[in-house]
């Protein structure tokens, strides 16, 4: 965080600072009570959050705003205790205040599938020239929205956010935070729906990334999406760019095939083609991949340089990782996390690199987050399953043996479908069943580690 003089701040919000404000300076800006110290300011949220000035008072510059009262706050002295009519609004203030302290390019990347990858890409671009501030690996609920913004400071030349999306109103709280220059959604389907009324709900709530731009700036949008494509963009008034198979899109992806977990690709940009190449396998990689280029474009870099830089990226963990497992089989750790979008292009991706000689295996867990799509994702899974070819079905858990169910009713043998609740007893028969060549792909709920120490058991 830039350090900032109490005064300053508190005359942004359009509060009139005491004489024993001037002269403090503030090096932290918290809403978590756990989290006190010296030069700081705390903003209780909530009136529920419980307080008690008797643990504050050995800090001697800790400041709370708050728009209620709180157990002992005669043990504090009366600058520390800033009273506001409003706490969520002097918050916001604060929040817009400092984020405009900084004239750089903020992009928010929100999709179902993809936000993380396509984040990760374009930082590995733009960090050899820049300082990037970006969300950590997944960890994009609201949360770690302060602590992402008081991570900007005068050095920052850029912040990347993912814009998660898991209930109504997500995606304007975090436009509140960071109040991004451009915006770049990835692919958007069935997932955290289990909060919205209905999926076109989700997919608005989504498109509310449009007027969290302000109706302006950069927007860049996979041109292949029916769901992106239903968007009312009547309003915008800033730079829109496509990418995607489309004829018409700007960045248009042509040739695309994978060697050695490597997936090479062609993009037509401007009259150029262009070739790159992205660790990993699967279409959606590619996608990602020209949305990260794309962005960087806008930012000022040669696409050349950007492509180039991209082939030096490192395939992200539980992405469709590659391992080699015991025996000569083969092992695909998609365990990131599963909805049906990255479910399906992981077993479309399977199919793919799979010689004939191999059986292809897959072991599914849950798909969480779904609420009432939830029976009509899961018995599409199991029609997907019938259809593309798919050897042998292990599930694990309650939900997921309706994914075997609906793959029996679609025609798949019920003697290559298998069912486990308990992790020894289907390590046991993994190490009895699994023969050389075989390949074999887990996905699950990321919350389910039972997957994980499945993988390690198995691993050469």
Known sequence: MKPLALEAILTSM????????????????????FYPGNHTLYFRRSGRIFLDGEKFKKFTSFYIVTDSSFSNMDKLRPEQIIMVDDVMKAF???????????DIPVVAITGTCGKT???EMLKHILQKDCKVQATVSNKNAGCYN????????EETDAAIIEAAVAEPGHMMETCKYFFPTMGVMTMIDVDHTDHFRSFREYVREKEKLIRGLNNKGTLIINADDPHIL??????????????????QADWRIKDMYSHKNKTYFKVNYRGKSYTGSV??????????AVASIATAREMGMKVTSAIKRLASFEHLSSHFEIIEGRNKTVLIDDTWKSNPASLKSGLLSLVDMARSSQRTIAVLGRMAELGIYADEEYKKIGQLLKEIGIDVLITKGFFAKDI????????????????????????SFLDTFLQPNDIVYFKTDDTDHVFDRIIRHLKR
């Open 279 to 288: 660790p990993g396998l699967g279409e959606h990689n590619v996608y990602n």
């Open 404 to 427: 075997a169910k609906s793959a029996i009713r679609a025609g798949m043998k019920k003697d290559n479908i298998y069912h486990f609740s308990e992790e020894e007893e289907m390590k």
């Open 92 to 102: 916001f203030t604060f929040t817009s205040y400092y984020r405009h302290l900084f």
């Open 146 to 153: 302060l602590p992402y913004l008081m991570g900007i400071d």
């Open 14 to 33: 359009g509060i009139k600072p005491d004489k024993a404000h001037q002269g403090v300076s503030i090096s932290n800006v918290t809403h978590n009570k």
């Open 230 to 247: 239903s968007m009312d963009f009547s309003k915008y008034r800033g730079k829109l760019i496509t990418f995607g198979k489309d004829k």
């Open 117 to 119: 990858t396509t984040k």
